[in-house]
């Protein structure tokens, strides 16, 4: 994975998990459980492109 991507990825998911802390602080529970579903995808979603990237640049014996 390239640097950049890499870096958008961390960057959005940190975002995304100082949203659920404001939210938990503003006691709204729906935006806590829609933010947190969403951080799950998105670094889920950055794990899986990794791994792809990886066994894509892997040479097959």
Request: hydrophobic share 55%; charged share 15%.
């Amino acid at each position: 994975m390239s640097k950049p991507l890499a870096l958008l990825f961390a960057i959005v998911g940190t975002l995304l998990l100082a949203c659920i802390s404001l939210f938990i602080a503003l006691r709204q529970p729906w935006m806590v459980l829609a933010c947190s579903v969403i951080s799950l995808g998105v670094i889920g979603y950055g794990f899986a492109l990794k791994a792809k990237i990886r066994r894509k640049n892997t040479p097959s014996e």
